[in-house]
């Protein structure tokens, strides 16, 4: 399968790119576009493994993360440009959920049936937790208050940017104290050296080169699917909500699944957390109120009030996430649990 990931990323890049600019039609654009992103997410994975195979696990963690995380905010951007603010809003939901649930569960599935119990930091997951919580608190507050005092527009996006602004503000401390003045209590000490024994799949410099040219093509066949978003809904009648939460996101998660999982399998669970929960409070603390200024630069702007159904699944994911790794240890059974949560979510979200 190795021998063959280059060719196939290379092949449903090329078919995805002749489906849109051939205009072959919106269903195939979108099936084959999603097929692409799942190869070039993978390839963006790789890609940010080997960097982290030379800045170490938890600077890795966070680099997967955040290069992970470049379908979810390059995806939005895009929906932002055609003023399709419920999918922003549910893809978001979604990629945090799915994260919380879907990544973090498969990661806890997977390295619990190879080791019988898996633990990592629990100085860092009992920050997580302080953080999700936050996430989740900064985002109640807008809508309940919104929607409570019917907010007029302008009230309405003035208080969606001041929020929006303490949040990257709260993003910005929390890489401080974690890269820097906690940095040392926060480390999985055992498995956290840049060098762990593995080599690395590419140079540095070519480590480099790969995680930037994937991430340009996940900029380009994020276009590419956004376009046909509009058309496949209606012709299938899907619900925005759905889709956005749940083909969106799980498409955009792809770099997160296939890294955080294998880490899993190696006894890293630290570095699994780390890009589960991770790229889940980056979305939440980050993605979303950078979209609400990005928005700004377009005609409409993006308010930060998200939907009861989104928030409750926010609150859902957030509450048994924070249950199950609060104590720094995973078993299997843990990671079913997440994701017996996700499949229930996924059903209330098709039926609306």
Request: overall charge negative.
């Amino acid at each position: 399968m190795k021998k063959l990931f280059f060719p196939l990323l290379i092949l449903t890049f090329l078919l995805s790119a002749a489906a849109h600019y051939l205009h072959w039609g919106p269903t195939p654009e979108f099936v084959l576009s999603a097929i692409a992103i799942i190869f070039v997410a993978g390839f963006l994975g790789k890609s940010t493994e080997s960097v982290a195979h030379y800045a170490g696990q938890r600077l890795g963690g966070f680099l997967n993360a955040t290069f992970g995380n470049a379908a979810e905010l390059i995806i939005a951007i895009f929906l932002i440009k055609e003023g399709l603010f419920d999918v922003v809003k549910a893809s978001l939901t979604g990629a945090i959920i799915g994260n919380l649930l879907l990544v973090l569960g498969a990661s806890a599935l997977a390295g619990g049936l190879k080791f019988k119990e898996q633990k990592f930091n629990v100085h860092l997951a009992g920050q997580n937790a302080s953080l999700m919580l936050l996430g989740v608190i900064a985002l109640f507050i807008p809508a309940v208050f919104v929607k409570t005092e019917h907010f007029p527009e302008t009230e309405t996006m003035t208080l969606s940017v001041i929020v929006a602004g303490f949040l990257i503000l709260a993003y910005i401390g929390w890489l401080i104290y974690s890269m820097f003045t906690h940095k040392d209590m926060l480390e999985d000490h055992v498995d956290t050296q840049a060098d762990h024994g593995e080599e690395a799949a590419w140079s540095k410099g070519v480590s480099i080169l790969f995680l930037l040219l994937a991430t340009v093509m996940v900029g380009f066949v994020s276009e590419w699917l956004v376009g046909t978003l509009h058309v496949f809904t209606a012709k299938f009648g899907m619900s925005e909500l759905f889709v956005g939460a749940f083909v969106v996101a799980i498409i955009g998660n792809a770099a997160e699944h296939s890294a955080a999982v294998m880490l899993a399998l190696k006894n890293k669970m630290g570095a699994a957390v780390e890009i589960a929960v991770g790229s889940s409070l980056q979305i939440a603390l980050f993605v979303a109120p950078v979209l609400v200024f990005i928005s700004l630069l377009f005609q409409e702007h993006m308010n930060l009030i998200f939907s009861t159904i989104e928030l409750a699944a926010l609150a859902v994911a957030a509450l048994i996430a924070i249950s199950i790794s609060r104590d720094g240890s995973t078993t299997w059974y843990e990671g079913k649990l997440l994701i017996i949560v996700y499949c229930i979510l996924g059903v209330a979200f098709y039926l609306v």
